[in-house]
């Protein structure tokens, strides 16, 4: 279905009220991205650590606000799916479990812990292309909006820690605590 959705984007797709052609879009992509990278090396100067805490939270309501479109679950495999298929244009992901490991999660207690990564990130395209290192805001901004669509599918409290940062991919561990929110 991922492939689906990416291979919808055609330049004879963009309605002729529109104006423009395909190549004005990506020139404005890029701006946008420049735009981006410089708001979020500003906010971590204005704000120092508290910028990362900013941009969670806006993330977070970004992602509780899209996942309305979704159906409620609480299989957090079948969520994780729809998510990619609603959410993954813009934050392509997959599951990902190390070598042996049975299935995609794990149960710790209360909580349930599945690795996602990330590979066709806007977020990272936008850090590399503006100079920025990973880690910062931007990169919280992203794990808001998936704390957010977690939450909002499945009605439980979720976090995202980072395992590892990349040029072509990032692993991050998506954690959910059964109980309510």
């Not at 990619?84 to 990902?96: D, N, S």
């Not at 479990?97 to 349930?112: L, R």
């Not at 439980?156 to 692993?171: E, F, M, Y």
Request: net charge negative; with cysteine; aromatic share 8%.
């Amino acid at each position: 279905m991922i492939e689906d959705v990416r291979g919808t984007f055609k330049p004879e797709l963009i309605p002729k009220e529109s104006g423009g052609n395909i190549d004005d879009y990506e020139d404005a992509l890029h701006v946008l991205m420049k735009f981006m990278g410089s708001m979020s090396s500003a906010l971590e100067q204005v704000s120092g650590r508290g910028a990362n805490a900013i941009v969670y939270q806006a993330g977070k309501r970004m992602g509780h606000d899209a996942a309305k479109m979704m159906e409620k679950t609480d299989n957090l495999e079948q969520a994780l799916d729809e998510m990619g298929e609603v959410l993954g244009t813009e934050f392509y992901y997959e599951k990902w479990k190390p070598a042996g490991q049975e299935g995609y999660t794990i149960e710790k207690g209360d909580e349930t812990v599945i690795k996602l990564l990330f590979m066709d990130c806007v977020v990272r395209q936008t850090l590399r292309r503006t100079g920025l290192p990973q880690k910062g805001p931007l990169c919280y901004l992203l794990y808001g909006y998936m704390v957010g669509a977690v939450e909002e599918v499945m009605s439980i409290k979720g976090k995202v820690d980072i395992d590892h940062v990349g040029p072509n991919a990032c692993l991050k561990t998506l954690t959910i605590k059964w109980g309510g929110k």
